[in-house]
């Protein structure tokens, strides 16, 4: 177990390692001058020159990515701004603030939307699907596939606007999602995301719901699903000791993608319900160019998701052993 | 389709799951050979889900294809500001006087709160270039999916190494992040930040970026599949007789890899028009005037439109659920129609 978690975490380092560099080259080798780029159309001289002294433009390539590395490992002071502590990600254009600080400000927001949804679409999606599987073929079970279709094909871009028009500025049921601090006030907390939660698993659950449904109806074809039947033992036991666990193992790992997607920023919900996490941090600094700050939140997200992808596969390696050895 | 290479003998040919095709259909009493291409059309021609789907996926691409002449008999186009051109339509806010979005005789889906264009020609051109950029992506996708991936899977060796470890790294990226972060930075090495950005760039650098991040998920299908195919028989005899790897991968390796590319394709394509959509909607896609499915919901998710009148929100809504529904069953449908053996 050690020597496998071992071997995917130093697998992630490599990862991410490349996705720097990638990422770095991106960003500030592609453009003939990123400082122009950052600086937007209303650059005066002054500005560009004191990001192009910040930057280092006038050194080559991998010189810059060197100091941006060290920068990371051990810190800065070179900015006009201030100290930068590691894991330095330099100052945001924009805002004059630090990266790594703003990143840290967004990540809670991120966080609790979530989690929340994850719970919601769980609950919702693997009910469903399994409702669906009991009540194979009757109308039940029709209905739950044809809604989770049409549903999973819905996007966020229009489900989001949709909810917060009927929801909230037709009939008032709720107000505008906005985040509160859980420690501070969890009613405000739970009834700021509500919407945001529902909106963002909806989509999610319908998948699950399929999902869910056909892992179900597999594993009730299993040989030793059947051979429990003919023991005599009664359905409803056979359907959930048996069937059910079972069924579960490939949807943990899809469960894993999917939080771990989410923990990265969900962009468009964020963005749709105008909620300050990570995904909308993404939106804010390409609106403003802002390449410092980009490169944060996609080196941040990458990281995020990487780690989650370790736990997952270890949760994996756990339930189903065969997947350690490969 | 392409018809089946006649090695094995008979009427059948290689399946590539490795099954081969029953000799003959039950009710095939003559013993007629059919190719798998006929079996296919056959098998989908009786699943009454996948022909209706089939048709609402047709009827979109014809109103992609035929937009400037629908435009043309209904005598609008999507740039005109009715907002300037006929002021008496809104009021101070800009919003439509008449209820429903201003849906009249003259304008069947209502007029655009705000700038007030006009929403049905509008419609007809967003999907028009939104359907345009994701068969673009999706055709470069498959393109390079081929190639690498069955390079990768018949080649083997390094070339198998190297390909995989870049479809690792790649499949580990953060893909809608990317997407919106490269976006400025593809669009600023056309253009100086400083000048407007015309709209062939923007479409080149989605199309661009999409399709960097888009060809992974079929070149590893392919990948297993030809390494699959690698060891069977027919390919060894085509060796034997001594046939260049080219024309082995051209003609026997491709042959055999139609199902998956196309029902891959099948599952890409509204992938990637949803996922054009969302750039458009983010505002780091196509922009204003031009027109766009995915930033017709922009515009929908202003609060103009939310606080006043929401039927705006749901031709572009309405349409794309249709749409990606429709495109979904037809997938389904094309997977079934090529591999019954796999239930749904």
């Given at each position: 177990m050690l020597r496998f978690l071992f071997r995917r975490i130093l697998g992630s380092i490599v990862i991410l390692i490349l996705l720097t560099v990638v990422a770095f080259l991106l960003f500030f080798g592609m453009p003939r001058d990123p400082a122009l780029l950052m600086c937007g159309k209303t650059c005066t001289p002054e500005a560009l020159e004191n990001i192009h002294r910040t930057l280092g433009i006038d050194k080559s390539i991998p010189e810059q990515f060197w100091i941006f590395i060290s920068g990371l490992v051990a810190g800065r002071d070179d900015f006009s701004q201030g100290p930068c502590p590691a894991p330095c990600f330099g100052y945001s254009y924009h805002t004059n603030e630090q990266v790594w600080s703003t990143l840290l400000d967004r990540l809670p927001l991120t966080v609790s939307l979530a989690l929340g949804a994850t719970v919601v679409f769980l609950f919702v999606g693997l009910g469903t699907g399994m409702i669906a599987a009991w009540r194979r073929g009757t109308l039940v079970d029709k209905s739950f596939t044809a809604g989770s279709m049409v549903l999973s094909s819905m996007q966020i871009y229009f489900l989001g606007p949709l909810a917060m028009a009927v929801l909230v500025y037709q009939t008032h049921l709720f107000d505008e999602p906005r985040y509160t601090e859980l420690t501070k006030d969890p009613v405000a907390w739970f009834t700021g995301l509500i919407i945001p939660w529902v909106v963002l698993s909806t989509i999610f659950a319908a998948q699950y719901t399929r999902m869910a449904r056909s892992s179900m109806i597999e594993q009730l074809q299993e040989e030793h699903v059947r051979t429990a039947r003919a023991k005599g033992m009664s359905r409803r036991y056979v359907f959930f000791r048996y069937a059910w666990r079972g069924s579960l193992i490939p949807i943990v790992t899809i469960i894993g993608i999917d939080l771990s997607s989410m923990l990265g920023g969900a962009i468009i919900t964020e963005y749709t319900f105008g909620l300050p996490g990570l995904g909308h941090l993404a939106v804010e600094s390409v609106q403003f160019s802002d390449l410092p700050l980009l490169l944060g939140v996609m080196l941040f997200a990458a990281a995020v998701i990487l780690l989650c992808n370790i736990v997952v596969d270890a949760v994996y390696a756990v339930i189903d052993p065969r997947v350690r050895l490969s | 389709m392409t018809s089946p290479i006649?090695?094995?003998?008979?009427?059948s040919s290689v399946v590539v799951d490795g099954e081969p095709e029953p000799k003959t259909k039950p009710e095939d009493e003559k013993l007629i050979g059919r190719s798998p291409g006929q079996l296919m059309w056959i098998r989908f021609k009786r699943d009454r889900t996948g022909v209706i789907s089939a048709y609402v996926v047709i009827f979109f691409f014809l109103i992609g294809l035929l937009a400037p002449l629908i435009a043309k008999l209904y005598g609008k186009?999507?740039?005109?500001?009715y907002a300037d051109e006929?002021?008496?339509?809104?009021d101070s806010a800009g919003v439509p006087v008449q209820p429903n979005g201003g849906i009249s005789g003259e304008f069947w889906f209502g007029l655009e709160p705000g700038n007030g264009y006009d929403v049905f020609t509008k419609l007809l051109y967003g999907i028009r270039n939104s359907l345009g950029i994701s068969l673009a992506v999706t055709l470069a996708t498959v393109l390079t999916g081929i190639v690498l991936g069955v390079a990768a899977g018949y080649l083997g060796g390094k070339t198998d190494y190297v390909i995989s470890r870049v479809i690792d790294f790649l499949l580990a990226i953060p893909s809608q992040l990317f997407f919106i972060a490269s976006m400025p930075v593809v669009v600023s090495l056309f253009v100086s930040p400083r000048d407007e950005t015309p709209v062939y760039v923007r479409v080149v650098a989605l199309i661009s970026v999409m399709w960097v991040l888009g060809w992974m998920s079929l070149a590893r299908i392919l990948r297993g599949t030809a390494l699959a195919l690698r060891e069977r028989e027919f390919i060894e005899a085509a060796k034997v007789s001594g046939a260049p790897p080219g024309r082995i991968i051209r003609k026997e390796i491709l042959p055999n890899v139609v199902t998956p590319i196309l029902v891959q394709a099948t599952y890409m394509l509204p992938n990637f028009v949803t996922a054009e959509a969302g750039l458009s909607f983010l505002g780091v896609g196509l922009v204003e005037p031009t027109p766009d499915w995915g930033q017709m919901f922009s515009k929908a998710a202003t609060e103009l439109v939310m606080q006043n009148d929401i039927t705006y929100m749901f031709f572009p809504g309405i349409s794309m659920i249709v749409f990606i529904v429709a495109f979904n069953l037809l997938g389904d449908s094309v997977r079934d129609a090529f591999d019954p053996k796999t239930a749904r």
């Open positions: - | 006649d090695i094995e003998g008979g009427g186009t999507p740039y005109t500001v006929r002021p008496e339509l809104f």
